[in-house]
């Protein structure tokens, strides 16, 4: 099931953001009637579609900020400003797969043309922000300095700030969110600007003021190729191999087909069949009795690859959720209509499964969606001990996965929470509004974890291992992991 990937000020810096940074090429404006009309749809259609749109803000409180923001439609916008004000309605549902269309491709349309943006890579731990990775090119910021203040204003005032463009059920995943955002909504914010001030300490020295300059995509690739390299895990994208002392390591990546040519190839899992099988052949032939699946920024998939995968080591039937409740509204129907039309080899054979269940309930029912259960591998399979790392960049299908194999106690999951939910509301449909042509995502279903667990967390590891901030090329997760292995 393809399960997937905050409220703060809304006034004047509302107003500047979306005056500031606009995208490189002129867009149509639309009317204030147009642009009120499509935040209409937006909001009936959400009540009307999503499968509980108040489990995080109260009905009240959603309904006020609605109004408020209703009220900032009174001058005509283009596409862009009107994106960025619904994207503040859709976070404050404070839900992970109910968004609008992301600020993303404004900003790289913007760099590309040369625009300029914020340097620093961010990683934030405990509330707090340190340097993650520099491509300044300046040499007084260093990797693991903590960045106290932006422009005047404290990390944490710059962490709502940007925040609430993103739709998030935590604030843990908001902040993992924003490691990879955080330049974006900061030019959300400021728009194009030439350099930014900042306030730094390096290990507990006293903290230092500068100026950093902003940076293109060129001079930001020329500074990286002057710095040591970094650790990459996502190259190569798959890894099987068996480590010193007959430890297996495995590396599934994507559970999608990543070589995908189109639409229907996507979910063809012949590929990954066969590189998971020639993985575990090579680890039993190898007498490997340990091995590390290694779900680090994993962004997920689908359970018709990770089943897969599952079922080299399971030792009884499963699947991956206890529970999948479907709600049933028109804008779901026409979405997987529409789906099916434009390609059914494409859409797949759950599209097809959702038609017929659809056509089973009226209009806002509840459906029980039946997963059947997978089975262990028939033949060989891998008896020995597993080990699931993860850390919070593991996503979607990805945490399903850990959860799986924490629930059932296939193996021991070691590293750091997921960011991600574990039961989740998930099964994101979209549908567009009328005037502005925004696509509008939304859960259309509830699914929980095997163990019925319904809180709102990700999932937590058996054996924690601390993340560094910057991390050498030395994977020193992965050596404690090994470590924890051979114990």
């Known amino acids: ?117 914020f340097p620093l890579q961010i990683r934030v731990v405990d509330g707090r922000t340190y340097v993650a990775a520099n491509s300044s090119g300046v040499d007084a910021v260093r990797p693991g300095d903590e960045i106290m203040r932006l422009n005047g204003q404290s990390m944490q005032q710059w962490l709502r700030r940007t925040e609430r463009h993103v739709s998030a059920e935590t604030t843990y995943m908001a902040h993992s969110l924003m490691e990879y955002d955080f330049a974006i909504y900061l030019w959300v914010e400021l728009g194009a600007v030439d350099g930014f001030e900042l306030v730094t300490r390096h290990a507990g020295s006293p903290p230092r003021r500068m100026h950093l300059p902003a940076r293109t995509s060129a001079e930001m690739e020329a500074a990286r190729a002057l710095q040591p390299a970094a650790l990459d895990l996502e190259n190569p994208l798959r890894e099987a191999k068996v480590l010193e002392g007959g430890i297996a390591y495995l590396r599934p990546g994507p559970f999608y087909n990543v070589e995908a040519k189109t639409g229907a190839d996507e979910w063809d899992v012949s590929g990954f069949r066969e590189f998971i099988d020639q993985a575990f052949d090579q680890f039993l032939q190898a007498g490997a009795n340990r091995l590390i699946i290694d779900l680090r920024g994993n962004p997920g998939g689908d359970n018709l690859f990770s089943d897969v995968m599952v079922a080299w080591f399971a030792e009884r039937p499963f699947r991956f959720a206890s529970q999948f409740k479907i709600k049933v509204s028109a804008e779901t129907i026409a979405a997987n209509t529409a789906r099916i039309e434009h390609d059914a080899a494409a859409a797949g054979p759950v599209s097809r499964q959702f038609a017929d269940l659809y056509a089973r309930h009226r209009i806002g029912d509840v459906a029980d969606f039946v997963i059947p259960q997978a089975s262990p591998r028939q033949g060989s399979r891998f008896a020995g001990k597993v080990f699931v790392l993860i850390d919070r960049q593991t996503y979607s299908n990805a945490v399903a996965v850990a959860a799986l194999v924490q629930d059932y106690r296939f193996g021991i999951i070691v590293g750091e929470a997921t960011s991600d939910m574990a039961t989740t509301y998930g099964a994101m449909e979209q549908f567009a509004l009328e005037h502005s042509g925004l696509m509008v995502g939304y859960p259309k279903a509830r699914i929980v974890r095997p163990n019925g667990d319904l809180r709102a967390r990700g999932v937590v590891p058996d054996i924690a291992i601390r993340v560094p901030i910057v991390q050498p090329p030395r994977d020193e997760v992965l050596q404690q992991a090994i470590a924890i292995a051979r114990r």
């Not at 979306?18 to 149509?28: D, E, F, K, S, V």
């Not at 609605?66 to 009107?82: F, K, S, V």
Request: hydrophobic share 40%; net charge positive; with cysteine.
């Open 1 to 117: 099931m393809r399960t997937g990937i905050i409220a703060g000020l809304i006034g004047s810096v509302l107003c500047m953001a979306t005056a500031a940074a606009q995208p490189a090429a002129p867009q149509r404006e639309f009317t204030p009637q147009e642009l009120g009309a499509d935040f209409a749809q937006m909001y009936e259609g959400l009540k009307s579609a999503h499968f509980d749109l108040y489990a995080f803000t109260p009905p009240r409180e959603l309904e006020r900020r609605y109004a408020q923001l209703r009220d900032r439609i009174d001058r005509p916008m283009n596409r862009y400003e009107a994106k960025i004000l619904f994207e503040l309605f859709a976070a404050d549902v404070r839900m992970g797969h109910t968004r609008v269309d992301s600020p993303t491709a404004d900003w790289n349309a913007y760099r590309k043309n040369g625009g300029k943006g």
